[in-house]
């Protein structure tokens, strides 16, 4: 087929479209507010909880064990509801919903559409996760609690972890063309397979869980925690005639960093491949 | 190019070349192949085998460029629920490099040639299929693109919808453009476009202009309709019309118009209404018929999914 030909937009710019216009899309989307009021929910609830029962847990500790009991209690779920809402049908919806076909037959390569998805899951999850740090801060503060430099990197931590989150769910979406199936994988991974797998590694195989995003998610909490979480355990259990060693195992933060940056590449890699050769059909 | 599915074989060597300013009507059987084609130019899916060249750049390896001058518009694709056409059709403005001072225009231009101007600013998800359809429209209109692959244009659109677009695709072809066109509507073909490739069983079984395959499949004979501004006389057609140099039969199909069965090509086709003109027929309109397009296309294809 031949004729005329003029420019179009950089890969940048366009990056940048679709981008805007997804988290455009998200932020009016019923699941943003949906996921508002969940996290409102769950912060009010903690503190019309704290306000009345004046728990010690909470209040009669340091700044750390009052964040760690508060915010590295409640922000791994929350993390987790953010990325089932945001990625767990972001690229499958695509196909099922037919969205596809009005972005996809443009001038634009699929890795920019993907990439701009992301970012734009990520600007919007990112916002809840600011609204949970700023109930997180203004609890605090009211209790007359600083903030310490653990709790900063806390929330790092937490915000990597909503990224490689997003990654892995993602690299789901871009499996499935049905929507209900990416966001049960998704669901089922996260709050079971993993969570599975980590206690079988430990407990049954007594070898450490390095494999998995869900252990090293646990920096989020234990760099809350003084001193840091010792990186092995083993709590041994005697009985008549028997001897039980319970291991546990801790991720480092170097470790914890690590198995994250490793899960964003490999998914983030696997999601774009994926998605370059999934046709529209 | 080919495309298969396991055994299915959706596209069988499709080898098609369409070059200059002109509307090519795609017409095909339901699964005989034509919206895959039109998914491999748009890179929604990968050949087989072969290849799919826009402007000589391969739809898949190089699609940023294969595609930077096409307007597209495949199966019935849906906008995003929360936005509006205005947004909708910026974010493809945007894509497709429309200037930024340029950019609210061809919106509205693209919008006012659907006939959309007062939903500009209406969220999507409360839009009718149709309404979906003209905005899907309104996006393959944007930049100016000098080729439109179009698969059933009209599908989803009322009578008003559907003539609206056979009116926007006339225009174009005014304006130089290439315009490729999946349709079921044979009247559709016949009435917009200059040439047709008919596909079945993913297989190429003609492409050449409208009147060479009527000639070509009805035994030489083609037919025209002839709008008449006033009734005429039916012997007048049996004594004067239809001995006209070409004519093989001319009939009275109501008050106002004949069908005329001729031998011959376009030329014989321009001399007939010159000479029906110098016996002051009051002709309105002239055209090939429908019907003629229908009977090659269920000569041809014969056997359906």
């Known amino acids: 087929m031949t004729s005329d030909s003029r420019g179009t937009a950089s890969t940048f710019a366009q990056l940048g479209t679709v981008t805007k216009y997804s988290f455009l899309n998200y932020l009016r989307a019923r699941r943003f507010l949906v996921m508002v009021l969940i996290v409102s929910i769950i912060n009010l609830a903690l503190t019309a909880a704290v306000a009345y029962t004046r728990s010690a847990a909470f209040l009669d500790s340091t700044p750390l064990g009052f964040y760690g009991a508060w915010w590295g209690s409640f922000i791994d779920i929350s993390i987790l509801l953010t990325v089932v809402f945001f990625g767990g049908d972001a690229i499958s919806g695509e196909f099922q919903n037919k969205t596809g076909y009005f972005l996809a037959p443009n001038p634009v390569r699929r890795s920019t559409l993907y990439v701009g998805k992301y970012l734009a899951a990520f600007i919007a999850s990112t916002l809840i996760l600011v609204l949970f740090l700023a109930f997180t801060l203004a609890n605090g503060l009211y209790y007359g609690m600083g903030v310490p430099t653990q709790f900063a990197e806390s929330f790092l931590f937490a915000w990597l972890y909503l990224l490689t989150a997003l990654g892995v769910t993602f690299m789901f979406s871009s499996l499935f063309k049905t929507t209900s199936i990416s966001i049960l994988i998704t669901v089922l991974l996260f709050l079971f397979v993993f969570t599975v797998i980590d206690e079988l590694s430990t407990i049954l195989l007594k070898i450490e869980p390095w494999f998995s995003i869900t252990y090293a998610e646990g920096i989020i909490a234990n760099i809350l925690t003084v001193p840091f979480p010792l990186h092995y355990v083993a709590a041994i259990t005697s009985g008549p005639g028997a001897r039980f060693s319970f291991p546990t195992y801790n991720a480092t933060v170097p470790e914890g960093l690590e198995i994250m940056a490793v899960y964003l590449i490999v998914c983030s890699l696997l999601g774009l491949l994926i998605f370059e050769r999934k046709e529209f059909n | ?305």
């Open chain 2, 1 to 305: 190019m080919s495309k298969t599915y396991g055994s299915f074989n959706a596209l069988v060597d499709l080898n098609l070349k369409i070059e200059g300013s002109k509307c090519v009507g795609f017409l095909g059987p339901n699964g005989a192949g034509k919206t895959t084609a039109l998914k491999i130019f748009t890179d929604l899916i990968r050949a087989s085998e072969g290849q799919a060249l826009i402007n000589g750049e391969d739809a898949h390896t190089r699609k940023k460029a294969a595609l930077e001058s096409v307007g597209t518009l495949i199966e019935t694709p849906e906008i995003y629920p929360s936005l509006t056409p205005r947004e909708a059709l910026t974010m493809i403005a945007e894509i497709r490099g429309v200037p930024r001072a340029e950019r609210k225009k061809a919106v509205e231009d693209a919008v006012a040639q659907v006939k959309m101007e007062e939903w500009l600013d209406k969220r999507v998800g409360k839009f009718s299929k149709g309404m979906k359809q003209r905005i899907d429209v309104a996006s393959s209109l944007l930049n100016d693109p000098s080729i439109l692959l179009l698969d059933e244009p009209s599908t989803g659109l009322d009578p008003r919808g559907m003539s609206e677009v056979r009116t926007i695709v006339k225009s174009l072809k005014g304006k130089n453009r290439l315009i490729f066109m999946s349709s079921h509507i044979l009247s559709e073909v016949a009435d917009v476009c200059d040439e047709v490739a008919m596909i079945d069983h993913g297989k190429l079984l003609v492409y050449d202009t409208l009147a060479n395959v009527t000639a070509k499949f009805s035994g030489d004979v083609n037919v025209v309709e002839v709008g008449l501004l006033n009734p005429v006389d039916p012997t007048f057609i049996t004594a004067s019309i239809s001995k006209i140099p070409g004519i093989v039969t001319a009939e009275k199909m109501d008050e106002r118009n004949i069908r005329i069965k001729y031998s011959g090509g376009l030329d014989t086709q321009a001399s007939i209404l010159s000479d029906m003109l110098k016996l002051n027929v009051p002709v309105l309109s002239y055209r090939p018929a429908a019907s003629a397009l229908e009977d090659v296309y269920l000569n041809l294809i014969k056997e359906t999914l």
